[in-house]
């Protein structure tokens, strides 16, 4: 069996060349449509997540806390599968036939139906049928396998979009069709082999215990847990449409675009928690099933703990050469979305801490507490991100119209906020000291230590060359290199200073310390 260390760092691993090249992708296609139509791109794919969990209603979560604590018969993923199949359907018929086109107009703000179909089937793929995919290749701790198909699929879809560009061709619908023909293709695939591989195996889920997996019993279970997720999932939806809805109308495609550029740029500061969500779910829903509190508070406290510090590691890095991120990557026609990307890179600090959050949440079963939490938060959101977002001319006097940085800064703010509440719940019920506080310290720390960086990097090019042309994009790239090194060198000094910081014992970082040295050593000789 792989233990959670192996499969966390290969995960990691593949993630972090995942999100490379998937952000190398997007910003090739952010400057291939410009801002109007990326924008545009980004409010239909938006919408149809937002969509999704209207539908899904938390049944996801349930089917992977389920299939995580044991083995399940074939009828039960038959079962979960027939409702995925009730949903694309449901959906493709309510868009497709049942709203009449002016309220189609209305929502999509007069963007194509064929279009917003085509929307619709290429983030149901990707996020439902890939999803479940993901699922139960890490239910049986395959991180491996499904961690490299999903390397593949960003591959294959760098060489579609770079032909596309190379052919003159590339358009929101070539776009669309290409993730749909991507995620169809492997997760059609990787069922084939992962049906194999529990044929040959003697972990087969079709075990005599688990034939007993009756239908009432099921439902039941179903029901239960995903009755507040519901609830969630209503107000998830809408929200998330109301505020992207909020920035398409009043704001524009563009405002649009710039947002999600900055969106997609700061999630570079979530590989870490991407890599062991699902690790992290698995280890906490066996656990809980055995009645094993210490592991599961201990689990929690330290992959917190480590997973602030490098969210906060890179977002802190990256955030004062924000400008220069979004000229060199994107060009001049994105100038103006700098601001927001700067400010948005601190939003993935706290984003990990609450993924972190709510994976303990659905994984022991404690869905009302998350629900309450999560709907006062979504409550909140919709006013807030309204008055930041709609001019004062259309909303009475209290709007600022600040566009995407508006909603970036409701984004940023109330998900600190919330984040920290959901913390403080947990720290209560696991008897966990609540530390806040060292939270900011180690972002205001990591900050410091990156602007420093970068004003030395800066003066040392100025006095090896007076008269350099800082302005000019390979001179930037090369101080945010020097800048990188350094900063690195800091805060390694920093985590060896203070090891908590990363979630470790000082026995545990000299003993990582002592076989880093004997690896070197090994390579020296």
């Not at 868009?95 to 107009?105: D, F, H, Q, T």
């Not at 239910?139 to 979009?161: K, N, P």
């Not at 049906?195 to 997996?213: G, I, M, Q």
Request: net charge positive.
């Amino acid at each position: 069996m792989s233990s959670i260390r192996k499969r966390f760092f290969f995960s990691a691993g593949a993630n972090a060349g995942r999100a490379l090249i998937s952000l190398a992708v997007g910003m090739l296609v952010a400057r291939g449509l410009g801002p109007a139509d990326f924008g545009n791109l980004s409010y239909l794919l938006g919408s149809f997540w937002a969509i999704r969990a209207l539908l899904d209603l938390g049944s996801s979560s349930a089917f992977y806390t389920f299939i995580a604590q044991r083995g399940r018969s074939y009828h039960y993923y038959a079962a979960y599968f027939a409702w995925l199949a009730f949903q694309f359907l449901f959906s493709l018929a309510l868009v497709g036939l049942i709203l009449p086109a002016e309220l189609i107009s209305q929502f999509w703000l007069g963007l194509e139906r064929e279009l917003i179909l085509l929307a619709l089937l290429a983030t149901f793929l990707q996020s439902q049928v890939w999803l479940t995919v993901v699922q139960m290749h890490e239910s049986v701790r395959q991180t491996i396998r499904i961690q490299m198909a999903g390397v593949l699929i960003v591959l294959v879809h760098m060489v579609l979009v770079a032909a596309m560009l190379l052919g003159d061709w590339l358009s929101v619908r070539a776009v669309l069709w290409a993730i749909v023909g991507e995620y169809f293709v492997a997760a059609a695939w990787l069922s084939v082999t992962l049906r194999k591989s529990y044929a040959a195996s003697e972990t087969e889920p079709l075990a005599e215990e688990h034939k007993a997996d009756d239908f009432r019993t099921v439902l039941a279970a179903y029901v239960r847990y995903c009755r507040p997720m519901a609830v969630i999932a209503v107000f998830s939806f809408a929200c998330e449409f109301a505020v992207r809805w909020l920035l398409q109308r009043y704001g524009g495609a563009s405002q649009q675009g710039f947002y999600q550029v900055a969106a997609q740029l700061s999630a570079i500061s979530l590989l870490a928690s991407v890599s062991i969500l699902n690790i992290f779910w698995k280890e906490i829903a066996e656990a809980n099933e055995r009645g094993a509190r210490e592991r599961v508070a201990g689990l929690y406290r330290k992959t917190t703990q480590s997973l602030v510090f490098l969210a906060a590691l890179v977002s802190c890095f990256f955030a004062p050469w924000a400008e220069v991120l979004v000229d060199v990557l994107l060009g001049s026609a994105y100038h103006a979305a700098w601001p927001v990307l700067m400010l948005m890179l601190f939003y993935p600090i706290h984003q990990a801490v609450g993924q972190i959050n709510a994976t303990l949440f659905m994984a022991t079963g404690q869905n009302s507490v998350y629900m309450k939490i999560t709907v006062a938060g979504w409550l909140v959101s919709i006013p807030v991100s309204y008055a930041m977002i709609v001019p004062a001319t259309e909303s009475g006097g209290i709007g600022l119209g600040l566009g995407a940085m508006g909603l970036a800064w409701s984004t940023v703010g109330l998900n600190f906020l919330f984040v920290n509440v959901q913390s403080w719940v947990i720290s209560r019920y696991y008897g966990i000291a609540f530390e806040w506080l060292e939270q900011l310290g180690a972002i205001l720390v990591l900050l410091l230590i990156a602007y420093v960086c970068k004003f030395l990097a800066l003066e040392l090019q100025a006095l090896i060359q007076p008269s350099f042309d800082f302005s000019g994009r390979l001179p930037m790239i090369i101080g945010m290199l020097l800048t990188g090194v350094a900063y690195l060198a800091a805060s390694f000094a920093l985590v060896i200073r203070l090891p908590k910081l990363m979630g470790m014992q000082r026995e545990e970082l000299n003993g990582y310390l002592a076989k880093l040295a004997g690896v070197l050593r090994r390579g020296r000789v």
